[in-house]
């Protein structure tokens, strides 16, 4: 799973890496959520020190694909 990078985040590019040596596996399934910080929740700039004080939730899309991930298994 992939978000949006926040400082000090694994960036899009470095995300390739992990693409490259898992993408081919049939146990391992990659999902980008490209509107999603690094903790995904949902917003339009990367996650800044403060957002770990305000209550927010995790993207709907994101517990989602995690149940559907979990079941499947």
């Known amino acids: 799973m992939w978000s949006r990078a926040g400082p000090g985040m694994v960036a899009a590019a470095r995300f ?4 490259a040596g898992l993408g081919d596996r049939a146990n391992v399934d990659i999902r980008t959520y490209p509107a999603c910080d690094h903790l995904f929740f949902p917003g339009d ?14 993207d709907g899309e994101v517990v989602a694909d995690i149940a559907q991930w979990i079941t499947a298994r």
Not at 16 to 19: C, D, E, G, M, Q
Not at 47 to 55: F, G, I, K, M
Request: charge should be neutral; glycine fraction near 0%; aromatic fraction near 12%.
């Open 16 to 19: 390739s890496v992990w693409i």
């Open 45 to 58: 700039t990367p996650a800044v020190p403060a957002d770990y004080a305000r209550p927010q939730h995790v």
